[in-house]
C-alpha cells in the first residue's frame, strides 16, 4: 500500500516514532530505487537488534512505502500498542502453533493487495556471534512462490549500537550511525512456478540469505564469513559470495 493512503492510526505511529529516530540516528540509505513505488512487494531483511524494526520501518516508509511487518503474536498482546499495531496493518505471526499458517494468509493477501510486506528470513534477531546472517526460515520463500512478488534484499547495520542482543545494553545518544541498503530483486526465477517442497523452499531461503549476507559485507567491508548455523555451528556453507548453505527441514 503507497504511503498516501494512509489512515489515522498509521499517521499517528509515525508522529510518535520517527521524530525521536531522526534525532537519534545518523542514517545511511541506500537503494530506495530498488523498491518499487506500487505493487505487492517482500522485503527481507537481516535481523541485528530488537531497535531494528524500528530503523527499518523508517526506513521502508521513507522510501515511499508502507510497511508491514510479520512480527511475535506476543507483541500485539501489549496494551494498546498491540491495538495500535493491528491499527496500523501489521501482521502477527503465532509462532509454534496450528494458526502459524494464518501469519502466511494474511501475508500473502497483504502483498496481492499491493502492500509492501517486511520480514525477518531469520525469524529472530541474529546469534552468530559478530550479528552476521544465519541460516533462514521458509517462511520467505512460501510467500515469494504463494505470490511471484519480487523479493528485495534489506542489509542493516547500526541499530546493534542503539540495543545490542548480545549484552543487552542500551545506549540512547544522538546520531547513531546507521546503515540500511537496499539491493535488486534476488533472482529466484529458477523456481518459478515449481511446488513448495522442502528442497525448494530450502534453496529459495538461501539464496535470499546470501544475497542479504553479501550486501550487509559491503556495508562493513572485507569478506562475508559462511552462512552459520546455531543448530550446528561447524558446519559451513561453502566460501564466501557464491556458496548454498544446506538447510535441514522445512521450517
Not at 494464518?102 to 525469524?123: S, T
Amino acid at each position: 500500500m503507497a504511503r498516501r493512503r494512509l489512515g489515522f492510526w498509521s499517521r499517528f505511529a509515525v508522529c510518535l516514532v520517527k521524530p525521536p529516530l531522526i534525532a537519534l540516528t545518523k542514517r545511511d540509505w541506500r537503494g530506495w530505487e530498488h523498491i518499487p513505488a506500487e505493487g505487492g512487494v517482500i522485503l527481507a531483511v537481516n535481523h541485528v537488534s530488537h531497535a531494528d524494526p524500528f530503523t527499518t520501518a523508517h526506513y521502508v516508509y521513507d522510501s515511499g512505502r508502507w510497511p508491514q511487518f510479520l512480527g511475535k503474536e506476543s507483541v500485539f498482546r501489549i496494551p494498546l500498542a498491540g491495538k495500535i499495531l493491528y491499527w496500523c496493518r501489521q501482521i502477527p505471526v503465532h509462532r509454534g502453533t496450528s494458526d502459524a499458517v494464518k501469519a502466511l494468509d494474511a501475508a500473502v493477501e497483504a502483498v496481492r493487495a499491493g502492500g509492501a510486506v517486511v520480514i525477518y528470513p531469520e525469524g529472530t534477531t541474529t546469534k552468530e556471534p559478530e550479528l552476521w546472517p544465519m541460516r533462514g526460515k521458509t517462511g520467505v520463500a512460501r510467500l515469494a512462490l504463494a505470490t511471484g512478488a519480487p523479493v528485495i534484499p534489506i542489509a542493516t547495520w547500526g541499530p546493534e549500537k542503539i540495543f545490542d542482543p548480545r549484552t543487552k545494553k542500551v545506549r540512547l545518544m544522538p546520531k547513531i550511525p546507521v546503515s540500511l541498503w537496499a539491493g535488486p530483486p534476488v533472482d529466484l526465477s529458477k523456481w518459478a512456478g515449481a511446488e513448495p517442497s522442502a528442497a525448494v523452499l530450502n534453496e529459495m531461503t538461501d539464496a535470499v540469505m546470501i544475497r542479504l549476507r553479501d550486501l550487509l559485507a559491503e556495508i562493513r567491508g572485507g569478506q562475508a564469513p559462511p552462512i552459520w548455523s546455531p543448530a550446528a555451528r561447524n558446519e559451513t556453507a561453502g566460501p564466501a559470495g557464491g556458496d548454498t548453505a544446506t538447510v535441514e527441514g522445512t521450517r
